[in-house]
């Protein structure tokens, strides 16, 4: 057994939950409230989807040595599938469709995955098309602060963007990416690769403004304990959207 390679992985799952589980302040006001508010369904869908491919990707027929992989993914999996019935039972009627009709084409596009590369694909052909179909969504998820960053740097706050979740992207894109370069996987280095950069910009921007919370607008810890799962407001209230 490579020891490091294990390690990382262990690490990756430790940080990975934390990140999965950090949306549940924001379930609890949509319970509390019997509404979703301004808050948008799309990032559990994403992730979802990701985790889904990512879990996929894990297992031994389909890569060796990654069941760590599937492991975290598989568990996030169940977390987003809860975030996005509870999501769309709280929705409001066009906001339901909209979702339950992202909800069906996640399971369309991971069935024609598993589908695909059971059936068709063999060997290091379908590590690689499940590694591709793994890694693009992972990158989507990580890039999801970047309307975030962007209000942090207009705003000169860090009003919407929460310290430690910062940290635990780049710690969970960190471990993984390590975990990728010593197992030799590029579809596992570098979309967490991604992650680890786009963490490390979220903590240097952190840095730079954690003192001007005073510039932005008033919120309550609750609506900022989310990266990018708010939707655009109107326009007079744009600078409180994330």
Same mark, same amino acid.
């Given at each position: 057994?490579?020891?490091?390679?294990?390690?990382?992985?262990?690490?990756?799952?430790?940080?990975?939950?934390?990140?999965?589980?950090?949306?549940?302040?924001?379930?609890? !006001?949509?319970?509390?409230?019997?509404?979703?508010? =301004?808050?948008?369904?799309?990032?559990?869908?994403?992730?979802? *989807?990701? %985790?889904?491919?990512? @879990?996929?990707?894990?297992? #031994?027929?389909?890569?060796?040595?990654?069941? *760590?992989? /599937?492991?975290?993914?598989?568990?996030?999996?169940?977390?987003?599938?809860?975030?996005?019935?509870?999501?769309?039972?709280? @929705?409001?009627?066009?906001?339901?469709?909209?979702?339950?009709?992202?909800?069906?084409?996640?399971?369309?596009? &991971?069935? @024609?995955?598993?589908?695909?590369?059971? &059936?068709?694909?063999?060997?290091?052909?379908?590590?690689?098309? %499940?590694?591709?179909? @793994?890694?693009?969504?992972?990158?989507?998820?990580?890039? /999801?602060?970047? $309307?975030?960053? !962007?209000?942090?740097?207009?705003?000169?706050?860090?009003?919407?963007?929460?310290?430690?979740?910062?940290?635990?992207?780049?710690? %969970?894109?960190?471990?993984?990416?390590?975990?990728?370069?010593?197992?030799?996987? #590029?579809?596992?280095?570098?979309?967490?690769?991604?992650?680890?950069?786009?963490?490390?910009?979220? *903590?240097?921007?952190?840095?730079?403004?954690?003192?001007?919370?005073?510039?932005?607008?008033?919120?309550?810890?609750?609506? /900022?304990?989310?990266?990018?799962?708010? =939707?655009? #407001? $109107? /326009?007079?209230?744009?600078?409180?959207?994330?």
């Amino acid at each position: 057994m490579n020891i490091p390679h294990f390690m990382f992985g262990v690490f990756g799952n430790a940080f990975g939950l934390f990140l999965f589980l950090a949306p549940i302040i924001t379930f609890k !006001r949509i319970i509390v409230h019997k509404s979703t508010e =301004k808050f948008s369904g799309i990032p559990y869908i994403m992730t979802l *989807l990701n %985790c889904l491919l990512s @879990a996929w990707y894990g297992l #031994p027929f389909v890569s060796p040595n990654n069941i *760590l992989v /599937s492991i975290i993914n598989g568990t996030g999996a169940i977390i987003e599938t809860i975030y996005v019935f509870t999501f769309i039972f709280y @929705a409001p009627k066009k906001e339901k469709v909209k979702i339950s009709g992202l909800f069906a084409f996640v399971i369309t596009v &991971f069935s @024609a995955v598993v589908l695909i590369s059971l &059936f068709a694909l063999h060997g290091n052909s379908r590590k690689v098309f %499940c590694g591709f179909a @793994a890694a693009i969504f992972s990158i989507i998820m990580y890039g /999801s602060p970047l $309307s975030i960053m !962007r209000l942090v740097i207009k705003t000169k706050s860090v009003e919407f963007m929460p310290f430690f979740l910062s940290l635990f992207v780049f710690l %969970c894109g960190t471990s993984w990416f390590i975990f990728g370069l010593l197992g030799h996987d #590029p579809f596992i280095a570098v979309p967490n690769g991604v992650g680890s950069a786009l963490g490390t910009v979220q *903590l240097i921007l952190y840095l730079i403004y954690r003192d001007n919370k005073e510039n932005a607008k008033t919120t309550t810890q609750e609506d /900022s304990m989310e990266m990018g799962t708010a =939707k655009q #407001p $109107s /326009s007079k209230n744009a600078t409180q959207s994330n």
